[in-house]
Structure formats: C-alpha cells, structure tokens
C-alpha cells in the first residue's frame, strides 16, 4: 500500500482495520503514516516524503519522490505482492501501478482521481494502471464504466467513523472549552506547503477576527510533527491572539466549534461530516494556481460544494483569501443562526449519502480482486 499524506494515512487505517479481520495475518508494506501503523503496516518510507501539493512544489522535491518511485516499483517486482493498493495520491501512485500492473500484479486504486473535476484525461491512465478502482463517492462508478474501468462505490470511511450527531458538549469538555464560548477552529493543512501557503493568511485573518471579537477562541489542531513549523507564524501573523495550538484531535476541534476557517482538501468534508459553517480557502505558488485554473471543469474546488452542488459554503482563494474578506465571511456564519441550521440540513443529507460501512465494502471488492 502507497498513502502519500495525512489523509490518505487516514482512509488506508480505515480500511486496513476491515482487511485485517478478513486476513489477520496479512503482511502489509509500503509507504503511511502512524494510523496505518496502528494496524500493523510496515512503513518503508513514511508518508511524509509525497506530502507535497501543486505543480511548482513538486518540483523542488521530484528527485527525490521520483528516486522513492523507482526503488519501491524495483522492490514491489522482485518481491512480487499478492496485491498493490495506492491510496489518493494519484500522481505517484498511477504511474506506479502501471509499472505493476505491466509486470503482473494486480493493482487497485482507492479514491478515484477527481477526473470529474479537472485532468479528465487521466481516465485513459487510470484504465492501464488499475486492475479495479474503489470510489468514495456515488457517482464516480458510472462515469468509469463509460471508460471500461471496473469499479466500486464503496462510501466514504470518515462517514462511518463520524457520528451522525455531533458530541459537541462532551469535546468542549474534552477540550477545556467553556460551554458557552464561541470558538473559531483553524486548520491550514496537513501539508508542509499547504501551512507555508495557508498559514499566514489563516492566522492574520484569526488576528483580525480577535481585533473586531476579543471574546472569540480559536483553536488550532497541529499535525504531529509540523508544531515547529506552525509557532513562528504564530508568532509573527497571530501575535497576541489567544489561538491553542493542540496536537491532532483536530475532529475534537471541530466537533467542538462553531465555524471553521479552512484549507480545501479532505478536512472540508471532515468539517461537513460535523455539521459545520466554514470558509474554505487555499493558497499555492501563483505559477501552481494558474495551472490548476486552466485545467479546472467545475466552479467549486471545495468538497462540501462539489458534493452539493452549489456554493453552501464560500471559497476565497488566492488573492482573494485577504484577511478582511475572510473575517467577513467568518463572521458571516457566526451572525447568522438560520443559516447555519439550513446548513446542518444539507450536511446530514450528505452524511446519510456516504455512509456505506466503507471498510466492510472495501474489503468484499478486495477479495473479488485477489479472486479473480
């Protein structure tokens, strides 16, 4: 199994938990992180060697990802697995699976790349490299079918994992939060580059919400292991603004506040799951953004809008993503108490939507794979 980031750890220990009843002996190898690690996977690198987002900053690092690719595909062929699972991660993992594939292993892909939303063509990629795709999302499956891939809607894990109603009172308590205060949580990402890009605006916008509501409290989940990275921009965007910075717990932190000021990516639909108004946001290099504009096909980029349909909640991007319009549009939800129950609505819908038992259905076309 390959999970290139945070996320992907997440999915790959989700589903690793429902393998593991089904093959209690199965030995899992690759590259995750500390979740796929609680099920007994062997990380040969860790999952912080692919954490990287947009065009520009994977060029810094392509020696060294590309060098990472051609000794785990060595590896995989001459120790030929009974089955390769690349979960997200697409740019690394379909050129992998390719190779894998082309040498007789049987290969599957675990979230299907966003072909619905921009590069459309890598559909005919997905076609060589993958033996089988599951998707987390109900309309994926048919689209693929049009292109003669096999696939399965298998749900989204954070569904199941995320209870239905939100135990906002017993993480306040968990958390040390009063009852009655209104918290702010901010999460720029999981990504180094995402926190260099997001960071700053996230936390002077945290500053210019403190400047306007002394009384509001924000906090800040911190991956494990990027605390050391996230202090001196505190110190030099948020100075003075009373922002916790907590290792993990970030779904403690969003079952606890009242609005979310956020990174797009998969903590969006993380903060749908729990019922939450947010501000989706998202900066990269400019060269990376444009990019990514030209290739786009829908006008949302967030998943809670994907998956809707419409903005029900607003995205600022790039240069739009000031500090000012993403206080306004903080306070917005905060000033707004109708709106975010019409809000919560369409969030439980969503959530009803997803929840599939993922590991259960993910496991059943695994073995149909490893069958065939």
């Known amino acids: 199994m390959v999970a290139g980031e945070a996320s992907g750890d997440l999915l790959a220990g989700l589903v690793l938990g429902g393998m593991r009843q089904r093959w209690p002996d199965a030995r899992v190898q690759g590259i995750g992180g500390p979740r796929m690690a609680e099920h007994g996977f062997e990380a040969w690198w860790p999952h912080e060697k692919l954490a990287v987002r947009g ?16 000794q785990l595909a060595q590896r995989l062929l001459d120790e030929r697995p009974d089955l390769f699972i690349g979960v997200d991660a697409p740019d690394f993992n379909l050129g992998l699976e390719e190779q894998l ?3 007789g292993i049987r290969t599957i892909q675990f979230v299907c790349p966003s072909i619905w939303a921009w590069r459309g063509k890598r559909v005919h990629r997905i076609r060589r ?11 994926e499956p048919e689209l693929l079918a049009q292109h003669d891939i096999p ?11 995320i209870p239905l109603e939100v135990p906002r009172q017993a993480s306040r308590l968990s958390l040390g939060v009063a009852p009655d205060g209104v918290v702010v949580a901010l999460l720029p990402g999981s990504r180094r580059s995402e926190i260099e890009y997001n960071g700053p605006k996230i936390l002077a916008a945290a500053a210019e919400l403190h400047r306007r509501r002394p009384q509001l409290q924000f906090l800040l989940p911190v991956v494990p292991g990027l605390r050391a990275m996230v202090e001196p921009l505190l110190s030099r965007h948020a100075a003075g603004v009373p922002i916790r910075l907590l290792d993990g717990r970030s779904h403690e932190v969003l079952a606890a506040c009242d609005t979310v000021l956020i990174a797009s990516g998969t903590a969006t639909l993380e903060a749908a799951l729990f019922k939450k108004p947010m501000v989706i946001t998202y900066s990269m290099h400019w060269l990376s953004a444009a990019i990514m504009r030209r290739m786009g096909y829908l006008p949302w980029v967030g998943l809670p809008n994907i998956l809707c349909r419409e903005f029900v909640v607003p995205e600022l991007l790039q240069e739009a993503a000031t500090p000012q ?13 109708q709106r975010c129950e019409a809000l ?11 929840r599939r038992n ?10 149909k794979v490893l069958e065939a």
């Not at 810094?60 to 690719?69: K, L």
């Open 129 to 139: 490299s993958a033996d089988h795709v599951l998707c987390l999302f109900p309309f």
């Open 358 to 367: 993922t590991a259960q259905a993910a496991t059943d076309a695994i073995a």
């Open 101 to 103: 594939r082309a040498g």
């Open 344 to 354: 919560t609505g369409r969030f439980t819908e969503l959530h009803h939507l997803l």
């Open 55 to 70: 065009y520009v900053e994977v060029l810094r690092h392509y020696r060294e990802i590309a060098g990472i690719r051609r």
């Open 151 to 161: 696939a399965t809607y298998v749900g989204h894990p954070l569904a199941d994992t």
């Open 325 to 337: 319009s993403l206080a306004d549009a903080t306070l917005a939800w905060l000033d707004d108490p």
